[in-house]
């Protein structure tokens, strides 16, 4: 009984195997590639607890190979040679099947040293990972294999294994488990999507339960108390974290602030206070900007009060402002402005600065024109005159357009007006 629960609740099916079903539902491709027999080099990536190292054991259990099984963040190099030194021994005869976990943390030189051997077939490596295998495994190991994403597992598809895990659990200790539908769903829905963790939080639950005429009653305290709050997938360093915050701003831009207060809140509880302020203040500048730019000092405002109060309260002033930056109208006109003058300076595109600009009152003995014919925009009436300011190269050039917004478009009639006078 010292084996996890999720270690003894191993399908026997593919049928059995919790979600996934983009990937094992019937005439899926990975589910013909399995049942075929003919197993190739396969990554499987996503987060962990979704049945990667399941499936991986179930291919090993259905093929005539040796299975070896090593781990990124113990294995060394010596562990990969001795399982090399295996391949001309009767262990071997059929070939290796080697499940590598956590490949992310194997470097370039351990990943090299497995190359030939999976080339020439004679080591088939399934391997997991809950990093983007396209950042984190080297392109000589990719080229060889097929990646295959796995998703979180929906609670519908959790609460299933919950009851079968129960029933075994029932058979296990010979005696009836009342697991209430409640019970199970709360287990489901606060394992995050990670089937290992609810088959951990059901266990508990289940030794934690009271007797009563020969029946252990799991109940709706229990649960909650082992199963305090959603079991977030955050990594401040991982794929988690950048999908969130950048869900988090693409709802404020796209005006859901349904999607945006949820994706705030999957920050704050996971303490992430300086992404939720940071992203905030950069919406407000480049989804909003000068279609309403009062918001700028008011989000700015916000931002100072939540990191003055911190969490709890934080949550407060950044919900009215998120808010307020989805219901605020768009503009990208200055955003999208200041990109194409830096590209521009990136390019080469510049030249000296026109000489009535300058920072300087006097010219040397080889001008002929002396003079620096600066023209004062308020000796002029509505403060203005026409003069050139961008470079000989690129004079005409435009970088900011008026954004179809109210307040961009007055503007625009107000400097239509004046200029064209």
Not at 325 to 349: L, W
Not at 386 to 412: C, H, M, S, T, W
Request: hydrophobic share 35%; aromatic share 8%.
């Amino acid at each position: 009984m010292s084996t996890p629960l999720a270690d003894r609740f191993r399908p026997k099916s593919l049928d059995d195997i919790v979600g996934q079903k983009h990937l094992l539902g019937n005439g899926k491709p990975l589910r013909k590639i399995i049942e075929s027999g003919e197993i190739a080099n396969l990554i499987f990536y996503g987060p962990s607890g979704v049945g990667k190292t399941t499936l991986a054991a179930y291919i090993a259990n259905k093929t005539n190979k040796t299975l070896k099984k090593l781990n990124g963040t113990t294995a060394s190099t010596a562990d990969i040679k001795d399982i090399v030194s295996q391949l001309n021994t009767f262990s071997g005869i059929n070939g290796i099947l080697l499940y590598l976990d956590e490949i992310q943390y194997f470097n370039k030189k351990q990943q090299q040293t497995l190359l030939e051997y999976i080339e020439n077939g004679s080591i088939t490596l399934i391997a997991s990972t809950t990093e983007n295998p396209y950042f984190y495994i080297y392109n000589a190991i990719l080229s060889r294999s097929t990646v295959f994403e796995f998703k979180s597992v929906v609670p519908e598809e959790v609460e299933k294994a919950v009851f079968r895990a129960a029933k075994l659990l029932e058979e296990e200790q010979n005696i009836k488990i009342d697991l209430p539908k409640e019970c199970a769903r709360k287990i489901a829905c606060g394992c995050g999507g990670d089937v290992r963790k609810a088959m951990n939080a059901l266990e508990l639950s289940v030794i934690a339960a009271d007797v009563s005429e020969g029946v252990k009653r799991v109940t709706l305290e229990i649960v909650e108390q082992l199963v305090q709050k959603s079991a977030l997938r955050y990594d401040k360093d991982g794929d988690e974290h950048y999908d969130i915050v950048s869900a988090y701003q693409k709802s404020m831009r796209g005006s859901d602030p349904n999607a945006a207060l949820h994706y705030l809140a999957r920050l704050l509880e996971a303490g992430d206070l300086p992404s939720a302020c940071r992203r905030l203040m950069v919406c407000a500048c480049e989804d909003v900007g000068l279609a309403y730019p009062q918001i700028i000092p008011i989000v700015k405002s916000c931002v100072d009060i939540a990191q003055s109060v911190g969490l709890p309260e934080a949550r407060i002033p950044l919900a009215d402002a998120v808010v307020m930056v989805c219901n605020a109208p768009k503009s990208n006109s200055v955003y999208m402005g200041i990109n194409r003058a830096i590209q521009d300076v990136k390019n080469g595109n510049t030249g000296p600065v026109p000489r009535q600009l300058q920072n300087k009152h006097f010219d040397g003995e080889d001008n002929q024109n002396k003079g620096q014919f600066y023209l004062y925009p308020h000796d002029y009436e509505n403060h203005y005159t026409y003069q050139q300011y961008l470079p000989d190269a690129i004079k005409d050039r435009v970088y900011y357009e008026y954004g179809d917004n109210k307040n961009e478009q007055a503007f625009k009639s107000y400097w239509d007006k004046i200029k064209n006078e």
